[in-house]
């Protein structure tokens, strides 16, 4: 499905350019359109009450993670069923049954969470009831549609597909990004750095008698001060790393790592985080975190 692609390609390049030119009027990506990112077990009542088009040639676009409905499979055949929310039954290359999180799974496709529904879909949320858990299972309404006789088509993703709900998942699909850029440096890099391996690097930012190792991301506005950012890096707009150590790790935008005695890897920083070295006594371990937060020290 070429606007699936071209619409994944906008959205990995944050370019609102590709998104005008692929998305007509008839189209609505819930994500694109209204800045939301709901969640799937909330999309059904999303849908109910939402101003999305309702026209028999509007399309809705509905994604939850990295790729008449149109639902994008991936094979789970190499054991990983712990990570299946839900199976889809297949028989001569359609759909004919779906499971919520199936505990033997009569197929080895899972949906990744990307759909595309046309006006049905309305018909469908609005004609379904609560589950036992008192939710509108948006799998109800892929169900109601195969029952009313409605084409419900899928493609198969054969490539990588990667779940990131956890901070490792996230580290994962991070490398196996980093795995496939290109090098592209702007900005500045002084006589009294080194930078090797493939790294892109956004324009105004600077390295200043520093090691970069990639494959690296660097955003743009960044400042690289006597410090070291290896392998597996992403570095977001903004950021400043002075006189420390970086490996393996995402910053979002506007952190600041100033002064850290060791190598900071395996991380995952939010946007305008700081780890600073305290410069006054007593010596003591300050933090303000937020939920769900973990910490390793010594």
Known sequence: MPLIQKLIDAQDNQDLKAYNEVLSEDY??????????VPRDELSKWLISSDAPKTESSRIIYENNEIGVAHYFI??????????LVAYIIKDGKIIGIEEKPKNPKSDLAVTGIYVYDSHIFEAVNNIKPSARGELEISDAHQYLLEKGF?????????????TGKPSDLLEANRLVLDNIKDEREGTIDEQSTVSGRVVMGKGSQIINSNIRGPVIIGENVTVDGAYV???????????IINSEIEYSILMHQCRISNISRRIEASLLGSDVELLRSQ???????????????????
């Open 280 to 298: 006054s006594k007593p010596i003591t371990h300050r933090f303000i975190l937020g939920d769900q937060s973990r910490v390793e020290i010594d």
């Open 230 to 240: 290896g392998p597996y890096s992403a570095i977001g707009d903004g950021c400043k």
């Open 151 to 163: 084409s419900v088509s899928y493609s198969e993703i054969t490539g990588w597909w990667k779940d």
């Open 28 to 37: 609505y990506w819930l994500r694109y359109s209204t800045g939301e990112k």
């Open 75 to 84: 094979s789970f055949k190499d054991g990983s069923r712990q990570a299946v």
